[in-house]
């Protein structure tokens, strides 16, 4: 098993740090295709972070092709993609990990705007919830699930009334957005992959609206959060297809 020269890493941003490390360690040929890694108790060690953090950097070094696991024997190091230079390498995985992170500000955020809409929401409010969920059923390309999840996301804003969450919809919504809607694009010729996935936006979409109309708040921040819960897991999924094709 190679023995590896790793440093402790700062708490901030830890995931993508243990990647750059790696990817360093590839460019200086102190990685090389075939070398076996520690284990993650051993990495978890060595770096000074926890093992769920070291799981999700092998995780993203997965999705890159750069790493793959053998049942029973361990995790390897293999020959990046040939369509996939290691000098991009790092500003996927920070693309990657921004998203990444920005969803867990979603969830927070968002979690809270169901939790608001569920206990002030008027009829007013609850129409344009419903016209915005009905024209999420049959959406059939990104670009209309694009508008047609902003509008939705939007209309549970302005039944929260709470001017600044309204403001955060408006103006970072579609920012945050960008990493996994270019994913999905690159994922877009396998069109029964991405209708399913519109499919279950609008099931969750539809879970969410019947929470805030039952106003049942604790439901419905539950039915949110799994709902970002699912985009990330899909976004997951997107990326590594997308870096190995």
Request: proline content about 2%; some cysteine.
């Amino acid at each position: 098993m190679v023995s590896l020269d790793l440093k402790p890493v700062a708490t901030v941003n830890t995931s993508t740090r243990i990647i750059e490390q790696f990817i360093e360690m590839l460019r200086t040929n102190k990685l090389k295709p075939g070398n076996c890694l520690p284990s993650e108790a051993s990495l978890a060690k060595s770096l000074g972070t926890s093992r769920a953090t070291i799981r999700e950097a092998l995780s993203g070094l997965k999705a890159l092709g750069v790493l793959e696991s053998i049942p029973g024997k361990g995790n390897f190091i293999k020959k990046p993609n040939v369509h996939y230079e290691l000098d991009n390498i790092i500003d996927a995985v920070r693309s990657r990990m921004t998203y990444l992170e920005a969803l867990e500000a979603r969830r927070a955020i968002e979690g809270e705007i169901c939790y608001l809409a569920a206990k002030r929401r008027t009829e007013a409010s609850l129409r344009e919830i419903k016209n915005s969920l009905d024209k999420c059923r049959n959406v059939k390309t990104v670009d209309e699930f694009i508008n047609v999840d902003y509008e939705f996301h939007l209309a549970l804003a302005k039944a929260s009334d709470n001017r600044l969450f309204i403001q955060f919809i408006k103006e970072a919504l579609l920012k945050l957005e960008h990493p996994y809607y270019n994913i999905i694009r690159l994922a877009e010729d396998d069109s029964s992959s991405v209708e399913r996935l519109f499919g279950k936006s609008y099931n969750d979409h539809e879970a969410i609206y019947e929470a805030i109309s039952k106003a049942d708040a604790s439901l419905a921040r539950k039915c949110m959060i799994n709902h970002l819960q699912a985009a990330k897991q899909k976004f997951t999924e997107y990326n590594e297809k997308a870096l190995l094709t």
